[in-house]
């Protein structure tokens, strides 16, 4: 059936390291994909999101790119802080023509100063 | 503050109870979702709503109903509860609740079943 693989967690970095944080999906269709980040205590929030393939999602640093031939939408960012110390969750949705969503498990990255 | 608001914050009942959950979405959606997060089961979709009508339906067990009502709040209704209903349930909203809307999400109602 239609999901969402993340790769787990904890990732722990130090601050201005490269993050991946790899998601890879299984959908019929054509699915818009996302990115979600949950700060401590809060809900989540959008990160960045694509809605085709080969589309760029980018915001506050983050980038993914929407790969069909390898159903991946892995998040990237070329130098972390510790405020992004935060739960990331990848998503997609519009799965043949449907409404439903599906997130992955989470990847919980923290960032040491 | 994404302008979804959720009440209430906490909730602590006993086993076999039932209680309501309330979700008000931002000004101008039209759709709301609800989603249960547990520790082991992570994020799961249960329902969403669009202006009034059930638009899709996910994880959601049949001791659970929702509902969205003319001035668009929603509420989850969750019966029977058991043990293993304690987790943090979020409301989100979109505005036209389509595949690629962004959905802004509530703070959250914890409920913790004893």
């Known amino acids: 059936g239609d999901s969402v693989t993340q790769m787990e967690g904890p990732v722990t970095l130090s601050e201005e390291a490269f993050l991946t944080i790899n998601c890879t999906y299984t959908a019929t269709g054509y699915p818009s994909l996302f990115w979600y980040v949950q700060y401590p205590g809060e809900g989540l929030q959008l990160l960045l999101k694509a809605t085709k393939a080969d589309d760029k999602g980018s915001n506050k640093g983050f980038e993914a790119t929407y790969r069909k031939e390898t159903t991946s939408f892995h998040l990237e960012k070329g130098s972390v802080q510790v405020s992004d110390s935060a739960v990331y969750f990848c998503?997609?949705?519009?799965?043949?023509?449907?409404?439903?969503?599906?997130f992955g498990t989470g990847t919980r990255l923290k960032v040491l100063a | 503050d994404s302008g979804v608001t959720q009440t209430p914050k906490h909730l602590i009942t006993a086993t076999g109870q039932r209680v309501t959950l309330r979700c008000s979405p931002r000004?101008?959606?039209?759709?709301v979702y609800w989603y249960q997060q547990s520790l082991d089961q992570g994020l799961q979709f249960l329902i969403q709503?669009?202006?009034?009508?059930?638009?899709a339906k996910g994880n959601i067990l049949e001791r659970f109903s929702a509902q969205q009502f003319p001035d668009l709040h929603s509420e989850l209704n969750l019966s029977s509860l058991e043990l293993g209903d304690s987790a943090l349930y979020f409301c989100?909203?979109?505005?036209?609740?389509?595949?690629?809307?962004?959905?802004?999400f509530g703070p959250g109602t914890r409920l913790t079943v004893l």
């Open positions: 989100a909203s979109s505005v036209e609740g389509r595949g690629q809307d962004t959905q802004y």
């Open positions: 709503y669009y202006n009034g009508e059930e638009r």
């Open positions: 000004s101008g959606d039209l759709s």
């Open positions: 998503a997609l949705s519009g799965i043949s023509g449907t409404y439903k969503y599906i």
